[in-house]
């Protein structure tokens, strides 16, 4: 259940040295940072130090275009956002249409390009500034895979072998695809000419960014940054999953949201009497933990926390707080995305420059 959680990011520092987020000296005063939604990191002091002494600096967060947002991506987009808000600096967001293909997510290429016009949407909706935000859809902005094929140069088959357990059989897309992603991230740099790039993933997802930094010094680049996010538990305890169903979704209506927090997992006890004489466990409550790491502030937290200890607070009390918490945040996101128009994405969407000038110079 809940406890198990933990174990991929304790994996990565543990055995891919990566180090504890408990550990800097110095974090940024935000929620995330704050309430232990993140783990552990990989060069974060640096970019830090860089952001504060007014260097060029961007973030890149991708996103699988095979589904939609759901509550378990909140503490990365809450980060990302906090960066952008604060420091002024952009976000890159390369949504993987192709990825999605390859790995047989969707059914289709057209599929996976109007899940990626729609997460872009939603992404907005979210609240990325348009003016700001760049979102790479590789089917859109082909001038991605020139970057990939330069770097694959530096990518050998072993290497994707081990990393991803890919057999012959495997077909060649799903080989190629950390090329793919390692221009997505390296592309701030090429394009642009920032050096200093975070990339805030979940611990699943570490393997990808390895290889980027493995081959980012040998092509010229600064090693990115990395945030590892804690995975949040979905409402049943285990790991947000879509095929299990156990995740909050930002388009869920009312109904969805209360059924859901109400058959969520629960820390109390058995029965009223019970729960008000031995107290509940928070550590393992659901309704608790999303109330306190996501909507109250300290000081409200530890009220609940304590009163829900001692067997003043009921589990259904508990989740009534979080279903009007969520029902308020959702409601507040679907009206938003109401008002997202095709003219807000086309200012964000990157597209092919045919500039022939600048590539006959090339060239020359």
């Known amino acids: ?42 060069d974060f002091d640096k970019f830090l130090k860089a952001i504060k002494s007014g260097e060029k600096c961007a973030i890149v967060s991708g996103f699988n275009a095979s589904g939609t947002i759901h509550f378990g991506h909140r503490p990365v987009f809450d980060t990302n ?12 967001i390369p949504i993987s249409d192709d990825e999605s293909y390859v790995a047989g997510k969707v059914k289709n290429q057209e599929e996976a390009l ?20 760049y979102f790479i859809i590789d089917q859109i902005y082909t001038n991605i895979y020139n970057l990939a094929i330069k770097l694959s140069k530096k990518i050998n088959l072993s290497e ?16 190629f695809y950390p090329s793919i992603q390692s221009a997505h991230i390296l592309f701030p740099q090429e394009k642009f000419g920032i050096k200093h790039v975070l990339v805030p993933i979940g611990p699943d997802e570490d393997a990808h960014i390895r290889i980027c930094r493995d081959i980012a010094p040998l092509m010229g680049y600064n090693k990115p ?26 388009k869920d209506d009312a109904k969805s949201i209360i059924k859901k927090v109400g058959g969520a997992y629960s820390g109390g006890q058995k029965t009223v009497e019970e729960h008000r004489k031995l107290g509940g466990n928070p550590d393992v409550d659901i309704a608790c933990q999303y109330l306190s790491k996501f909507f109250l502030k300290k000081e409200e937290s530890e009220t609940i926390i304590e009163d829900y200890k001692r067997g003043k607070l009921l589990s259904g009390e508990v989740k009534k707080m979080l279903s009007k918490k969520l029902v308020e945040f959702t409601s507040n996101f679907q009206k938003r995305l109401k008002s997202i128009s095709e003219e ?14 600048e590539l006959f110079k090339k060239s020359r």
């Open 1 to 42: 259940m809940v406890d198990n959680l933990l174990a991929d990011n304790e994996k990565l520092v543990r055995d891919f040295g990566a180090s504890p987020i408990s550990d800097l000296k110095e974090i940024p005063d935000f929620y995330t940072f704050k309430n232990e939604l993140i783990y552990s990191h990989r």
């Open 81 to 92: 956002l906090y960066f952008q808000k604060e420091y002024g600096i952009p976000v890159f």
């Open 114 to 133: 109007k899940y990626s016009i729609e997460l872009a949407k939603e992404l907005l909706a979210y609240g990325f500034d348009p003016h700001n935000t």
């Open 160 to 175: 994707i072998k081990a990393t991803y357990g890919y057999k012959n059989d495997d077909n060649i897309g799903l080989h």
């Open 225 to 250: 940054s990395i945030l590892h996010i804690t995975f949040l538990p979905g409402v049943d305890g285990e790991k947000m999953s879509k095929t299990r169903n156990n995740a909050i979704f930002l």
């Open 344 to 357: 807000d994405l086309k200012k964000c969407i990157l597209t092919n420059e045919k500039n022939l000038d």
